[in-house]
């Protein structure tokens, strides 16, 4: 995993000089979680050293805004709060305006939606910050917010849970494509990835058990991944499919249309996320899609490898049995049909 001293370099612009100053501030901030105010943030570097003038902080804050290193969040009422961008995959924002707590998400719809605006207007994004005020359910009800885990967890957990609902979907698949296939050699590769789901399967539910046993209150945590596709696992539509299909072929075609949609689904946003546990959890799973998928093409090609060398050989058996049907009618003196 890229280290917080990596992550700056990579952020730092070309030619900026270094400062110490700045460095100390950097590195202040970015072991902080959740929402800091200026003022905050320059008490804390106040106690470290005392020499820091506020000045230099609010202009550090600035130049790490620019540089991507800081998020700045609107509050609201002209209060702005700043979050570390490290390890911090991006997201949106719910902000209650009455205990003024940020709850935090990602939906890939609305991902989706301004990538295809910024696509038919030419526009290069660079970043979206997404802020929608209003009042949560604990202070409609009177109660005090329970304390937000960092949204690094919230996404590791999402992404497990994703990637477990998947692997569940992919099971349930391979299952039913190997007892409705007839041919041998396709029954053996669905019957193969179906234990190779279990066995992953196994994997995921033992690191999202970790997970929640090192951090006990993630369970009830609010989601923070809203992906409506993955909700019920990516080959769930698949499965429905399946309970017309006959010939092996074709379940072998929708077996990879599902692998290549799932790659396809975690390797895209796997690539799009900061670096984090949740997105190495989605580019992990992508590259164990992708071998499946391979799979599935080369079962694909022998299957019609075999077809098509058996095809003159079933020609070939058609015309001999019609010929032999027509000496037959021949000889009992009936006409051929």
């Given at each position: 995993m890229q280290s917080a001293s990596e992550f700056v370099e990579t952020h730092r612009p070309a030619g900026g000089r270094r400062s110490s100053k700045r460095d100390l501030i950097v590195q202040v901030f970015l072991r902080q979680?959740?929402?800091?105010?200026?003022?905050?943030?320059?008490?804390?570097?106040?106690?470290?050293?005392?020499?820091?003038?506020?000045?230099?902080?609010?202009?550090?804050?600035?130049?790490m805004v620019d540089a991507g290193i800081a998020g700045k969040v609107d509050f609201g009422g002209g209060k702005f709060r700043f979050e570390r961008a490290y390890r911090h995959p991006r997201h949106f924002h719910f902000i209650c305006k009455t205990c003024n707590q940020s709850f935090e998400f990602l939906s890939s719809d609305i991902e989706e939606l301004i990538a295809e605006v910024a696509s038919s207007r030419d526009f290069s994004t660079r970043q979206a910050m997404l802020q929608v005020?209003?009042?949560c359910q604990w202070c409609r009800q009177g109660l005090t917010p329970p304390e937000v885990a960092p949204a690094e967890l919230l996404f590791a957990r999402d992404a497990l849970r994703m990637a477990i609902a998947t692997e569940r979907s992919g099971r349930e698949f391979y299952n039913r494509a190997a007892r409705i296939t007839r041919d041998g050699r396709a029954r053996r590769i669905f019957q193969r990835l179906a234990d190779e789901e279990i066995g992953h399967l196994k994997k995921l539910e033992r690191r999202y058990a970790d997970l929640v046993h090192e951090h006990p209150t993630l369970e009830s945590q609010p989601t923070f991944l809203f992906f409506k596709g993955a909700a019920n696992g990516l080959f769930?539509?698949?499965?429905?499919?399946?309970?017309?299909?006959?010939?092996?072929?074709q379940a072998l075609l929708i077996g990879i249309r599902c692998e290549r949609g799932s790659h396809a689904f975690f390797k895209k946003y796997g690539e799009r996320f900061d670096e984090s546990e949740?997105?190495?959890?989605?580019?992990?799973?992508?590259?164990?899609?992708?071998?499946?998928?391979?799979?599935?093409?080369?079962?694909?090609r022998h299957l019609v490898a075999r077809q098509r060398r058996?095809?003159?050989?079933?020609?070939?058996?058609?015309?001999?049995?019609?010929?032999?049907?027509?000496k037959a009618g021949v000889r009992s003196g009936r006409r051929p049909a």
């Open positions: 979680e959740g929402h800091l105010s200026a003022e905050e943030l320059a008490d804390l570097i106040r106690k470290t050293d005392r020499r820091i003038s506020r000045a230099t902080v609010y202009r550090t804050l600035q130049w005020y209003g009042t769930a539509a698949g499965t429905e499919e399946l309970g017309g299909v006959l010939d092996e072929g949740g997105k190495r959890i989605f580019l992990e799973f992508a590259d164990e899609e992708r071998e499946h998928l391979d799979l599935l093409l080369r079962e694909y058996a095809a003159p050989q079933v020609r070939a058996a058609g015309k001999a049995a019609a010929r032999s049907n027509a």
